[in-house]
């Protein structure tokens, strides 16, 4: 996903900023809940939380596995393509993004360039590819 940052970042925002290095931690629902709170104020787990970095310090995200499997049963989606998303909405947020059209856009080229990475490899179009 860095791999397409020089060329998604939203022209307009001069709040785009491209983390050198990502740090990815694979939570369960406690752990994650734990740093919603601590970090955020915020009570109870959610899927993924994401904390900029800076200079001389890497991006990291927090990605809960319970909260993804729970989102993929609710929801009916593949496991591979959901955490996929997931990270690129993180993304979204490390590179200094909120909530709008430049995420969006931003994520859709992540959500690209991961399941080019996940399935494209083997010859077949990836299958997240089509539901974007």
């Not at 994650?32 to 991006?59: E, K, M, Q, V, Y």
């Amino acid at each position: 996903m860095l791999e397409v940052l020089p060329d998604a970042a939203p022209p307009a925002s001069e709040e785009f900023q491209v983390p050198a290095e990502v740090e990815l931690f694979l939570l369960d629902d406690a752990a994650i809940a734990d740093a919603n709170a601590r970090h955020l104020g915020c009570s109870g787990p959610t899927n993924i939380l994401s904390f900029p970095g800076g200079a001389d310090a890497p991006g990291v995200l927090l990605l809960s596995l319970d909260t993804l499997r729970r989102e993929c049963l609710l929801y009916g989606q593949d496991p591979a393509e959901h955490a996929v998303r997931l990270l690129a909405h993180g993304m979204g947020h490390l590179c200094g993004l909120d909530h709008g059209p430049d995420m969006d856009a931003l994520c859709e080229r992540y959500m690209d360039a991961g399941c080019a990475a996940l399935c494209g490899e083997r010859g077949a179009e990836p299958a997240c590819a089509a539901s974007l």
